[in-house]
């Protein structure tokens, strides 16, 4: 696990140091292993399957700045405790996790980076 | 002073733990969130593929078993009248073993028991298809579970389990079943976790299973450590699935997606 810091509401730093790729981000948001349409919907108009728990995703490299959407990847709970959205990079504080997931976090540090890109690209 | 105090505070909590849930005029059962084709598969014995294994069911309620070669119907006669209502108030407390046992675990008391038999593994076939036929003797019957007041301590665990957040996606069953049902869960709506109709026939499992299957894989999905068949944790969470059901009509055997 990659340290990072808090700052506000937002994780400014890359948890890798360096760019994600928004082609494999895209790729891995609509991928059911990664959890991310089965609550959102967004513009993937070839995902038959979305889910709307959760807000869409188009707009929102708009809506927010790099470092607040990779606070509310990392950790969405940091910011409001009740929510549902997972805490993607975090081991700790769980409970009963299954074995083949135990003391790993639901993505990688460079996988969290590619999302957090892919979204960026999400201006309207 | 002190106790008046107390009394406030534990009606507030009673009053917080209630908040969520979900009262009978809004308790839908997973059949009126179905497509209207899985619906007429439930509703027609000769569709249902559930009516198989209870007629499974009701041979193996004829036939002699173990040393002491009895059959259910030996003791419990038609299990059309005997049976009536009896899965609607399960599981139950069971006072030799000090806590509540589902109607699958009832089934095995009896055949340790009464019949001296081995019991059925769980989710084997006859265990599933013998308690379809003792279930689908209550289908129409208002679930009633839970009145035994020695099931209240057990109850709250199932309740506590029920609001635990858990496994690597750090969700509570309520959080889905109480706070969002009725919403799409990559695509298919998320039911109220009623469990009206176990053992059910699930078209995803091309098979009858049971509830504790069910929990298992929702367990699964949430990526936690699911609890072993027959586990104290299951059969609790049941039992407060179905106080939860209460007054809902039984539906054994019912078809879900």
């Given at each position: 696990m990659q340290p990072y810091t808090v700052v506000g509401d937002a994780i400014s730093a890359s948890l890798t140091g360096t760019k994600g790729d928004a082609t494999h981000g895209r790729a891995l948001v609509v991928e059911r292993s990664s959890t991310?349409?089965?609550?959102?919907?967004?513009?993937?108009?070839?995902?038959?399957?979305q889910g709307d728990l959760a807000p869409n995703l188009s707009g929102s490299g708009g809506r927010w700045s790099e470092g607040?959407?990779?606070?509310?990847?990392?950790?969405?709970?940091?910011?409001?405790?009740?929510?549902?959205?997972?805490?993607?990079?975090?081991?700790?504080?769980?409970?009963?996790?299954?074995?083949?997931w135990r003391g790993k976090p639901i993505l990688s540090a460079e996988q969290i980076e590619d999302v957090v890109a892919y979204l960026m690209t999400l201006k309207n | 002073m002190r106790i008046a105090l107390c009394i406030?505070?534990?009606?507030?909590?009673?009053?917080?733990?209630?908040?969520?849930?979900?009262?009978?005029?809004?308790?839908?059962?997973?059949y009126s969130f179905m497509s209207a084709d899985t619906k007429a598969m439930q509703d027609e014995d000769t569709a249902n593929p559930g009516m198989l294994f209870v007629l499974d069911g009701e041979a193996l309620w004829k036939r002699k078993a173990g040393s002491a070669d009895k059959a259910c119907a030996d003791c419990h006669s038609d299990a059309r009248v005997s049976m009536k209502g009896v899965a609607a108030h399960y599981p139950a407390f069971e006072k030799t073993l000090g806590k509540p046992v589902d109607l699958e675990g009832r089934i095995n008391l009896?055949?340790?028991?009464?019949?001296?038999?081995?019991?059925?593994?769980?989710?084997?076939?006859?265990?599933?298809?013998?308690?379809?036929?003792?279930?689908?003797?209550?289908?129409?019957?208002?679930?009633?579970?839970?009145?035994?007041?020695?099931?209240?301590?057990?109850?709250?665990?199932?309740?506590?389990?029920?609001?635990?957040?858990?496994?690597?996606?750090?969700?509570?069953?309520?959080?889905?079943?109480?706070?969002?049902?009725?919403?799409?869960?990559?695509?298919?709506?998320?039911?109220?976790?009623?469990?009206?109709?176990?053992?059910?026939?699930?078209?995803?499992?091309?098979?009858?299973?049971s509830l504790q299957r069910r929990l298992?894989?929702?367990?699964?999905?949430?990526?936690?450590?699911?609890?072993?068949?027959?586990?104290?944790?299951?059969v609790e969470l049941e039992l407060y699935l179905m106080t939860r059901a209460r007054g809902m009509p039984v539906e054994t055997p019912a078809v879900r997606p």
């Open positions: 991310c349409i089965l609550c959102h919907s967004g513009p993937f108009p070839e995902q038959a399957f607040q959407l990779r606070l509310r990847l990392v950790d969405a709970a940091h910011l409001n405790a009740a929510t549902i959205m997972p805490s993607y990079y975090r081991v700790d504080g769980l409970t009963r996790v299954g074995a083949s | 406030a505070l534990l009606t507030a909590m009673a009053g917080a733990a209630l908040a969520t849930e979900i009262s009978l005029d809004q308790r839908r059962s997973g009896c055949r340790s028991n009464h019949q001296q038999a081995s019991p059925f593994a769980y989710e084997s076939r006859e265990l599933l298809a013998l308690t379809a036929y003792v279930a689908q003797q209550s289908r129409g019957v208002p679930i009633a579970a839970g009145d035994d007041p020695d099931l209240a301590p057990f109850v709250e665990k199932g309740h506590a389990l029920f609001v635990q957040r858990q496994g690597q996606l750090n969700l509570a069953c309520a959080n889905c079943h109480d706070d969002n049902w009725d919403k799409k869960l990559a695509g298919s709506p998320i039911t109220q976790g009623q469990p009206t109709g176990y053992p059910l026939y699930r078209l995803e499992w091309q098979a009858l299973g298992r894989a929702c367990i699964t999905g949430i990526r936690a450590q699911a609890y072993d068949y027959g586990s104290p944790e299951l």
